[in-house]
């Protein structure tokens, strides 16, 4: 056999090893879930909800407005990144609860206390599960629900908006999909079972979107934000000064997005919020 088509069969050899692991291994990585050790006391205000799924019951955090609501208050619904807990997002919120937000925050099966394992079948039977727990709370808006996901939870959010009526949805540091996200790793799209194929479901949504994302993301690159932006071109678009992992919540940015699209009121005058405690 001449080398040449040895050197051919070992590499071809190789490559089938490591398609192999990655399809293997894929969702190891996709969703690395963290272990609970060290993690931050869960906030005295928060509701624990249980969320019935096919698979096992999936936690939830209710998390009230910091300030009394006139009736039923509007909800974010927030699905984190996959190397988080919603143990981590306890505090993040304490802003917008101020402004009368109420927020919901997803666990994804497999993670934390949550039981069965994470996919992208799994992930979104949970965010169906608390869109569907949450509309039927009376302390809740069923007409403002806005979905809020960030990185992975971004394909969670996306899923929710195409099978829910949420209000509006906020998408930060997302990926167009993972077949592309993977090519950087030479993984051939049809090995990929989770696709979230987020670019085909913002083409379809057609209420208010903002999208966030990272001018430095070393994840996931800024031109995929830009271009979940320019497959809805009615979509906001607002670049972060950060990476990835290092981003502050936009909260001035988001505020504003939500009251411009009527599912927040305007901020009291100042003389009123001085006697809000």
Known sequence: MRPALVGATVLMGLVVVYWTGLFVWQRALLFPAPPLAGVAARPSDAEVVWLETAGAPVEAWYLPPLVGARGPAPLLLF???????????????????????????????????????????????????????????????????????????????????????????ILESTFTSVPVFARRFGAPGFLVRDRFDNLAAVRRFTRPLLILHGEHDEIIPVAQGRALHAAQPASEFYLLPCGHNDCDQPWAVIVRFLTEHQLLPPAPPLHQQSEVH
């Open 79 to 169: 699905t984190h990144g996959n190397g988080e807990l919603i143990d981590y997002w306890g505090t993040t919120f304490e802003e917008p609860r101020r402004r009368g937000l109420s927020v919901l925050l997803v666990e994804y099966p497999g993670y934390g206390r949550s039981g069965g394992a994470p996919s992208q079948r799994s992930v979104t039977a949970a965010v169906l599960a608390a869109f569907d727990w949450a509309r039927q709370q009376p302390s809740v808006d069923a007409t403002r629900i806005i979905a809020y996901g960030r990185s992975v939870g971004g394909g969670a959010a996306t899923a929710l908006a195409g099978a829910r009526p949420v209000a509006a949805m």
